[in-house]
């Protein structure tokens, strides 16, 4: 309560006048709160699992006769050796190659708009024919014009 001094204004007037101020204490509580809350959550939600990523090896291709090559396209069509196969037909050659001693390693090339499952089909096709050398063919990375070798 204050007190002012002027001429009609008596302690009456004074406790009627609104005040036209607002109150920031509750806005300062709930910012307050909220950076509380962000300075605990953030370390929890920035830790994660760690785990050694493989590195980028560029081999060259050691193309023997006797390899596989199965080429996927973006229509998920596959091709063993340029030949138009179906999902049974590619598990029956798969099976049959996986006794050939020593066996022959499957080289995968699918196309860079291929979805995932239709690679994966291919994969999984290898596993279950008992093939152990899979390997998929790539573009090397092109080096930038600026960059050392």
């Not at 300062?28 to 370390?43: K, Q, W």
């Amino acid at each position: 309560m204050s007190i002012t001094a002027g001429i009609g204004l008596g302690p009456q007037d004074a406790e009627d006048e609104v005040v036209s101020t607002i109150n920031t204490t509750p806005l300062v509580d709930v910012m307050l709160v909220l950076l509380i809350i962000f300075l605990i959550t953030i370390p929890v939600v920035i830790q994660s699992t760690p785990v050694e990523l493989p590195k980028e090896i560029n081999q060259p291709t050691q193309t023997k006769p006797e390899n596989i090559n199965i080429v996927v396209n973006k229509d998920g069509d596959v091709l063993w050796n340029n030949e138009l196969v179906d999902e049974k037909k590619l598990l029956a050659r798969l099976k049959e190659t996986a006794v050939k001693q020593p066996q022959p390693e499957v080289h995968v090339r699918g196309d860079r708009n291929a979805r995932y499952e239709f690679v994966g089909k291919v994969v999984f096709a290898c596993q279950r024919a008992g093939i152990l050398k899979i390997g998929f063919i790539t573009e090397p990375p092109v080096r930038g014009a600026g960059a050392a070798g």
